[in-house]
């Protein structure tokens, strides 16, 4: 068989390859055509999201009430679009708390990062995506937009149970799965 033999053959089957394609994706189409559009009549009729889609976002509580938020500053070194801000301050029982909390969420992206990176499962999203307004300055939401009364998607978790931090309330050696502190000085010769 000679070259030009070859590439004639070769030729012909990538035109077929490429015709068929062509009639395969018209036939998806003409399929299509005749079928009753599904149209869903939002905002009456609501989709369920499934709860691990990435919306809304907000601050959650323990279950002994108090704020999850410790101030840390990950969510806000994590966002790839620096929209998180806050500012930290210790109480006199020595919990840390954020004073003020704010998300300007038409800076948004809903990357879900923050989530990824709070320690003490303050900060998650929810699957409500329907917050949008027309004025860009009411979409910065403050800490009392954004804080909630339950414990969001693990309720039970209490950070300064299992940090090992010590407070007014819980000393150390108290905590779960915490062994009582080793006096250094008994280890001197």
């Known amino acids: 068989m000679n070259l030009e033999s070859e590439i004639k053959t070769s030729g012909d089957a990538d ?69 998180i801000s806050m500012q930290s301050a210790e109480q006199a029982d020595g919990r840390r708390y954020a004073t003020w909390f704010r998300i300007n969420f038409s800076r948004c992206i809903y990357c879900g990062l923050c989530e990824e990176a709070c320690p003490t499962s303050a900060i998650q999203l929810t699957p409500e995506f329907d917050h949008c307004k027309r004025d860009i300055l009411s979409m910065v939401y403050e800490k009392a937009d954004l804080l909630v009364d339950h414990g969001g998607k693990d309720p039970e978790y209490n950070f300064y149970h299992h940090a090992g931090i010590a407070t007014s309330r819980h000393p150390k050696g108290s905590h779960i799965s915490e062994a009582e502190p080793v006096d250094v000085t008994t280890n001197l010769p």
């Open 15 to 83: 035109g077929w390859e490429a015709l068929k394609a062509l009639g395969q994706g018209f036939a998806t189409t003409f399929r299509h055509l005749f079928r009753r559009p599904v149209t869903e009549q939002y905002p009456e009729e609501t989709r369920v999201l499934p709860a691990r889609s990435r919306g809304r976002i907000i601050l959650t509580r323990d279950p002994d009430g108090n704020e999850r938020c410790v101030a840390c500053y990950l969510c806000s070194a994590v966002c790839p679009v620096s929209c």
